[in-house]
């Protein structure tokens, strides 16, 4: 397989590793807000909860139980964790003691700061091979403030990313939007990252669940996860504010769902999506020449790039996931249905032009010897 995935040598089957899930959001998006309904949730079991310091994350007082030095309990057998020193120390902490009984609990969420770009934790989690023997990434989930989302969108590069790299956005502080920001904020989140579901917190209440198991990135992840994770069923449409005003529709296109040609994209900003299918399956040699100039010319611009794959002679089709330069090992899909080689491919990326973006997917369609020019095209491309 491609030398750019990551499959730590520690990384091992002994155990199950504990699901984290990041939770990330833009200053005053409501993360706290949905982290204190979280904990009160009877159904979301028992949580590890890491924050910068628990003493300035807001968290409900009602539910603290006992303080100690790095360590707060909560009702419902949840705690939450303060970083000390970095991410990797404490996480190491919180397994060695949930090993030794000192600590229970089920999964770990991690809130963010309001200008932390996820990758870096996506990192952690896969390149410590202690870590990655122990955790893994459930999915990473963005709150967005209904209100002013579209205005900190138009602001804060650090928005637009974090909203990016969501496997799920939640949209906070709806009772306190307008119809037209509501619908502006729409656009925007269908540019940015239209494969995203999207849920509606009531006062920062979300369904159970509705946090968890968000990535396909799973042992036993099935042909349906994988779809729904590409591509995710189009939120029903709003009304347009300035229907008729203009002349403006009302029906909400969500791209992935287009994916019959070759290439579908929106632009937003400095970041902009595409995405492409193929019916035949990839010539390995393309598909890893392909992602290998990718990712050393380009990968640090590179914020999501993910799929399902079929490989020329390769039986089994597989999901891969990509943040920048680092890659999770691939997941095979064991439930394909046989006679079905489409591939689908998504790639969101900062700084690229369209052109450059377009043409970066297509040559996925190349095949050896049709055009002996195409890995110089494509370096040129990528290095621009």
């Not at 699901?19 to 009877?42: C, E, I, M, Q, S």
């Not at 964790?81 to 003691?97: A, E, F």
């Not at 198991?213 to 995710?232: C, F, H």
Request: charged share 20%; with cysteine; hydrophobic share 40%.
């Amino acid at each position: 397989m491609n030398s750019k995935f990551h499959n730590p040598k520690d990384q091992i089957d002994m155990q199950t590793p504990t699901p984290v899930t990041l939770l990330t959001g833009f200053l005053g998006a409501g993360k706290t807000t949905l982290l204190n309904k979280l904990l009160h949730d009877p159904n979301a079991g028992r949580i590890a909860v890491v924050v910068n310091e628990y003493g300035d994350a807001g968290l409900d007082h009602d539910l603290i139980e006992e303080t100690a030095e790095d360590v707060v309990l909560m009702a419902a057998g949840c705690i939450c964790c303060s970083i000390r020193g970095d991410l990797s120390r404490t996480l190491m902490s919180l397994h060695t003691r949930h090993a030794a009984g000192e600590l229970t609990f089920d999964r770990v969420v991690i809130e963010t700061t309001g200008l932390a770009d996820p990758g870096p934790v996506h990192h952690t989690l896969l390149i410590d091979p202690d870590l990655a023997a122990h955790f893994v990434l459930d999915g990473i989930v963005t709150a967005v403030d209904s209100a002013l989302g579209a205005l900190t969108l138009d602001r804060y590069g650090e928005a637009q990313a974090q909203v990016a790299m969501a496997d799920r956005i939640i949209l906070t502080k709806t009772d306190l939007a307008e119809p037209a920001d509501t619908w502006a904020l729409a656009r925007r989140l269908d540019r940015l990252n239209p494969g995203a579901e999207r849920i509606e917190a009531v006062y920062g209440a979300v369904p159970s669940g509705a946090l968890f198991q968000l990535s396909a990135m799973r042992k036993d992840t099935t042909r349906d996860d994988a779809l729904g994770w590409l591509a995710t069923p189009s939120p029903k449409p709003q009304q347009d504010p300035l229907a008729g005003l203009s002349g403006f529709g009302t029906r909400r296109m969500d791209p992935l769902l287009e994916l019959g040609g070759p290439s579908h994209h929106a632009t937003d900003s400095r970041i902009k999506t595409a995405s492409t299918t193929l019916d035949s399956p990839i010539p390995a040699s393309v598909f890893d020449f392909w992602l290998d100039s990718l990712i050393a010319l380009r990968g640090a611009d590179i914020l999501r790039l993910k799929g399902i794959v079929h490989i020329q002679d390769v039986p089994t089709p597989f999901v891969f996931h990509g943040v920048q330069h680092i890659f999770e090992p691939p997941v095979p899909l064991h439930d394909w249905p046989e006679g079905d080689t489409t591939s689908r491919v998504v790639m969101i990326a900062r700084d690229f032009s369209q052109e450059d973006l377009d043409q970066s997917l297509a040559m996925l369609r190349m095949r050896p010897g049709e055009d002996d020019q195409t890995h110089g095209i494509m370096v040129h491309t990528l290095s621009v």
